[in-house]
């Protein structure tokens, strides 16, 4: 078993010290990699520049230029008893969400105050944003003791001050410890002599207060939360790798999976370099392999099927919100919980107030820096906890375009575990190994199974391709067969609409039936709209490694153009309601693997390249 590290962010106002404190803190526990510390005393002196401990964290050229953290730096500390992962957040208001980005990962704080500035606004809102994120245990450091000519009497103001803050935050102040992180004065070392600066402090060290943290017995103590962070194949393995968030997890066990329901037993763990444990707790970076081959993604939450991780796609949460612009009841969000995204929508804002000021904001939006209590919806169930049940798997982060814009803590209060009447009915089924194969299948037929997924606009020729491609493919005596939206939606999916909920759910059905098929070693060709990514990614999830999404990329104003069914016309017109491109978005696929223009070059051109595609991944 690795030995688990303790997550602790460092978080203070600009330019009370933190990246000093924790260079310092670093150089005087020897935690630098060999030569870090010549490299940067080098570097100042090319630079004409005093030595700065905080340039052993900085690692930026526009931080060293500016004096001034930017994004949360990451760095292992080894104490003499104890590993710690040291996150170095940014204080200035315009980086917060770079401090949410550390703090959503931590499990304790150091809070750093200037003694010379006192608890500033942002010490507030730093104060109220760690509450939010469920990181309780708080050691606040008074910094720059050198500057006040009254040490003790300013830092015991400051204590006062800061206790009460920290308790009106719901925050556990584990200990306030006066310090000079220049110097080095108790952040590791006392200097205790009767002429030093802090000679009068008789309580513990900046390490001292860290070592004595609570360790992970409270986490090992609830249930086992485990999220999926990768699959990584190792020849005919599989290994499920992820970060153990509480709980154990032991070789031999049956798990949950959520919330796609699937349970797996553990046939072995896999740790690194070589260890072989017999089991993982918090803190562990775990891997293990199953007895049965499943198809396991990001995302999915471990839990024992005795304590199973809640399900569901509605909750309410008391969040903070720090993009530019104003957040308002039903906007659309991308939701991050552990290693899981979800779309959702703002349902309700219930109520707003300010994160640095006492007082509620009267309006219905939720203002830049502000904290509101809100309900959200997501477009697909996830697996979920209380934050009074778990602080960890409890919270969450919301990102626009890939950054870090707000986050808080969720309440399932008055909520049901969408997952409880599925896992009833789900208790006795087991799934049916056949006697033939797919690999014996797709040797009969001479081909690999698989997925051809083409997504795209309304007349990006999308159902041109797919006719043309199952043609070509039953002349050569391939099986292969066409997934219509069209067709489908007269059968199996005649009970759907056009709301994004309906959407999701008619992807689903359609990944899962071309997931059969191409286990029967068959080429399902399925050709739909699917604007969504992550419905996209779920049914690449179903299909697995068989799975290859084509984008028919052709362009709004050509299939517009073409409309040949007269839907663009009548979505203009506002008699299609929810109509993709106009009134509904396209999330247009990342990183597709194979990419179409056909509305810039002939249709036979765009057969050619599907083909050749085809050719290199699916002939045996």
Same mark, same amino acid.
């Given at each position: ?102 703090? @959503? *990962? $931590?499990?304790?704080?150091? %809070? ?8 500033? =606004?942002?010490? !507030? &809102? ?90 992970? @017995? *409270? $986490?090992?103590?609830?249930? %086992? ?8 194949? =190792?020849?005919? !393995? &599989? ?92 906007? $659309?969000?991308?939701?991050? %919980? ?283």
């Amino acid at each position: 078993m690795t030995k688990a590290l303790t997550p602790v962010v460092f978080a203070g106002h600009v330019d009370h010290g933190k990246s000093t404190l924790i260079g310092r803190l670093l150089a005087d526990t020897n935690s630098l990699a060999d030569g870090r510390l010549e490299e940067v005393i080098a570097s100042c002196k090319r630079r004409g520049v005093e030595f700065e401990p905080a340039f052993l964290m900085d690692a930026m050229q526009a931080e060293r230029d500016q004096g001034v953290t930017i994004d949360a730096a990451r760095i292992l500390l080894k104490s003499g008893t104890r590993q710690f992962r040291i996150i170095d957040a940014p204080g200035h208001e315009s980086f917060l969400r770079h401090m949410v980005s550390g703090a @959503a *990962e $931590a499990s304790a704080a150091v %809070l750093v105050v200037d003694s010379s500035e006192g608890v500033r =606004e942002q010490t !507030r &809102r730093h104060a109220m944003l760690l509450g939010l994120l469920g990181v309780v245990r708080i050691i606040v450091v008074v910094n720059k003791m050198d500057r006040v000519r009254e040490p003790q009497p300013v830092f015991d103001r400051i204590s006062a001050e800061l206790k009460t803050l920290m308790a009106d935050a719901g925050l556990e102040t584990h200990a306030v410890i006066p310090a000079v992180a220049r110097s080095g004065e108790m952040v590791v070392r006392r200097d205790g002599e009767k002429g030093s600066l802090l000679a009068w402090w008789a309580g513990p060290t900046l390490l001292d207060a860290m070592e004595g943290l609570p360790d992970e @017995a *409270e $986490a090992i103590e609830r249930p %086992l939360r485990m999220p999926v962070q990768d699959v990584l194949k =190792e020849g005919d !393995r &599989r290994i499920i790798i992820g970060r153990v968030e509480s709980g154990k997890l032991s070789e031999g066990e049956t798990v949950l999976l959520s919330p796609s329901g699937q349970t797996a037993k553990i046939a072995g763990l896999v740790a690194w370099p070589d260890d072989a444990p017999t089991a993982f707790g918090p803190g562990d970076a775990a891997g293990f392999v199953t007895e049965s081959r499943l198809f396991i993604d990001r995302g999915e939450v471990i839990s024992a099927v005795s304590s199973p991780a809640r399900e569901g796609n509605q909750f309410d949460a008391r969040l903070f919100w720090l993009a530019d612009h104003a957040l308002r009841q039903g906007d $659309a969000v991308h939701v991050r %919980l552990g290693t899981a995204d979800a779309l959702g929508e703002v349902l309700k804002v219930h109520k707003v107030s300010d994160a640095g000021r006492e007082g509620v904001v009267a309006q219905d939006e939720i203002p830049t820096g502000s904290i509101a209590d809100v309900t959200l919806r997501l477009r697909r169930p996830v697996a979920l906890d209380d934050y009074r049940d778990d602080p960890v798997t409890g919270r969450f982060v919301l990102v626009e375009k890939g950054v870090i814009c707000g986050g808080g803590r969720i309440s399932l209060e008055g909520y049901q575990d969408q997952g409880a009447a599925r896992r009833a009915k789900a208790s006795h089924i087991h799934y049916f190994a056949s006697a033939v194969t797919r690999a014996d299948r797709e040797q009969r037929t001479g081909h690999r199974g698989g997925v051809i997924w083409l997504t795209g606009l309304s007349g990006s020729g999308k159902s041109t391709l797919a006719n043309a491609l199952e043609l070509a493919l039953h002349r050569r005596g391939w099986s292969s067969c066409i997934l219509d939206g069209d067709n489908l939606r007269h059968g199996l999916n005649a009970d759907l609409g056009f709301s994004p909920d309906d959407r999701t759910e008619n992807i689903r059905r359609v990944g899962e039936v071309a997931a059969l098929f191409a286990q029967a070693g068959m080429i399902a060709i399925s050709a739909f709209i699917s604007p969504y990514r992550e419905d996209r990614d779920r049914a690449r999830a179903a299909a697995g490694e068989g799975f290859h999404e084509v984008h028919v990329s052709t362009s709004l104003a050509v299939c517009e153009e073409r409309d040949p069914k007269g839907l663009y016309q009548k979505a203009r017109d506002g008699v299609i309601k929810e109509f993709t491109g106009i009134s509904a978005p396209y999330e247009p696929p990342e990183s597709p693997n194979l990419e179409i223009d056909a509305g810039s070059q002939p249709i036979e051109i765009c057969v050619e390249q599907l083909l050749d595609y085809v050719d290199r991944n699916f002939r045996l």
